[in-house]
Antibody, heavy 115, light 107 residues
Framework: EESLVESGGGLVQPGGSLRLSCVAS????????MHWVRQAPGKGLVWVSR????????TYADSVKGRFTISRDNAKNTVYLQMNSLRAEDTAVYYC????????WGQGTLVTVSS | DIQMTQSPSTLSASVGDSVTIPCRAS??????LAWYQQKPGKAPKLLIY???TLESGVPSRFSGSGSGTEFTLTISSLQPGDFATYYC?????????FGQGTKLEIK
């Protein structure tokens, strides 16, 4: 059975860093672009970043460019989101997703940026 | 960035009703439009892609239409499990963008 499981969320102070992980199983991970999408409490969905199957290409939303880095380790079937210089407005549930390509989503991991 | 507009933000209906949820793009996105359903505390679920293609396993009472800048999601014969929030999303151009969502409530 295919699945995506995120981890790494938590409480962090403004200006701090956090690394999210998403472990994939049940499919050939390296064949797929992977995305991160976030959702602030009570708000809508916002696309954050994507990475190509071989890791050779990445794209970011302007709101996170220069602060967040997406990467992957295909040997570990894992995609990462390194988040630096965190701000209160980054508080959200972060979803790992195989967006629109045999679409599937993880359960999400909550990141709270607060002092 | 392409802005996706969903209005109204809340829609009230009864079990058995048919409803139409509109979505407008700020510029033409051809048919690069998806619809998602999200229930509280859950991840979104893809319903429709390419504006009108039903995702595998999604009931046929869900349908989508439109192209260019105007799109609609129609749900016929509403079931209790259909009361949720619905998002449109364009994938014609990066950054991908979502509408702000339409919450479908029980009347």
């Amino acid at each position: 059975e295919e699945s995506l499981v995120e981890s790494g969320g938590g409480l962090v102070q403004p200006g701090g860093s956090l690394r999210l992980s998403c472990v994939a199983s049940g499919f050939t991970f390296s064949n797929y672009w992977m995305h991160w999408v976030r959702q602030a409490p009570g708000k809508g969905l916002v696309w954050v970043s994507r990475i190509r199957g071989d890791g050779s290409s990445t794209t970011y939303a302007d709101s996170v460019k220069g602060r967040f880095t997406i990467s992957r380790d295909n040997a570990k079937n894992t995609v990462y989101l390194q988040m630096n210089s965190l701000r209160a407005e980054d508080t959200a549930v972060y979803y790992c997703t195989r967006l629109l390509d045999r679409d599937m989503w993880g359960q999400g991991t909550l990141v709270t940026v607060s002092s | 960035d392409i802005q996706m507009t969903q209005s109204p933000s809340t829609l009230s209906a009864s079990v058995g009703d048919s409803v139409t949820i509109p979505c407008r793009a700020s510029q033409s996105i051809s048919s690069s439009l998806a619809w998602y359903q999200q229930k509280p505390g859950k991840a979104p679920k893809l319903l429709i892609y390419k504006a009108s293609t039903l995702e595998s396993g999604v009931p046929s009472r869900f349908s989508g239409s439109g192209s260019g800048t105007e799109f609609t999601l129609t749900i016929s014969s509403l079931q209790p499990g259909d009361f949720a929030t619905y998002y449109c999303q364009q994938y014609n151009t990066y950054p991908l963008t979502f509408g702000q969502g339409t919450k479908l409530e029980i009347k």
